[in-house]
């Protein structure tokens, strides 16, 4: 079983549209939390930054940790066409140096 | 601002040949890691560096080696290049344990 599994898609939005990205994981001590956007041929960036459980808000996006669920969400609000891109979570416990990463979805969004 | 520098963007090796692959972060970060990305399999960790003069295994180190050079560089090494090591490599460092990781933009390998 994966450390971290996330549907990779593809998800296909209209502008302006709610979009809801998802990761489950197995491990119950994970504390660390990121979100990361990835454009074609590119690095991943770090988008969001979260510790334990709760939700945190920057600008269009929205992440929530329910560590009971172990499940982990970004929304993004207002979706653009410049959103497109591959997003990946990643989480780590504190009791290793590791985070794992998911595989990443996929998303288009159409003007 | 560069952030994290890679080098070379792509390459292109016979089953057998070595090469290595150079990262350099100017961000003054403790540590640095290099992944692999491959369809299907997301980022793997291959080695890591806590800080200068440290090195550990991640979770596929096989067929790899890695010198943390100076606090800044961090490189990996493939002595004898095999086909399933084509993948794209990324470089990251981070302040330290479990902060956020910032990536370069990528060594797209192939191997034939």
């Known amino acids: 079983q994966k450390e971290v599994e996330q549907d990779p898609g593809p998800l296909s939005v209209p502008e302006g549209a709610i979009v809801s990205l998802n990761c489950t994981y197995s491990?119950?001590?994970?504390?660390?939390f990121m979100w990361y956007r990835q454009y074609s041929r590119k690095g991943p960036e770090l988008l969001m930054y979260?510790?334990?459980?709760g939700n945190k808000e920057d600008g269009r996006f929205t992440a929530q940790v329910d560590k009971s669920s172990k499940y982990i969400s970004l929304f993004i609000r207002d979706s653009q066409p410049s959103d497109s891109a591959t997003y990946l979570c990643?989480?780590?416990?504190?009791?290793?140096?590791?985070?794992?990463f998911g595989t990443g979805t996929s998303l288009t969004v159409i003007p | 601002n560069a952030g994290v520098t890679q080098t070379p963007k792509f390459q292109v090796l016979k089953t057998g040949q070595s090469m290595t692959l150079q990262c350099a972060q100017d961000?003054?970060?403790?540590?640095m890691y290099w992944y692999r990305q491959d369809p299907g399999m997301g980022l793997r960790l291959i080695y890591y560096?806590?800080?200068?003069?440290?090195?550990d295994k991640g979770e596929v180190p096989n067929g790899y080696n890695v010198s943390r050079l100076n606090k800044r560089e961090f490189s990996l090494r493939l002595e004898s290049a095999a086909p399933s090591q084509t993948s794209v490599y990324f470089c990251?460092?981070?302040?330290?344990?479990?902060?956020?990781?910032?990536f370069g933009d990528g060594t797209r390998l192939s191997i034939l």
């Open positions: 961000m003054n970060h403790n540590s």
């Open positions: 491990n119950s001590a994970f504390q660390y």
């Open positions: 990643a989480m780590a416990s504190n009791t290793g140096n590791q985070f794992y």
């Open positions: 990251a460092s981070s302040q330290g344990d479990y902060q956020p990781q910032h």
């Open positions: 560096s806590a800080s200068e003069g440290t090195t």
């Open positions: 979260t510790y334990s459980s």
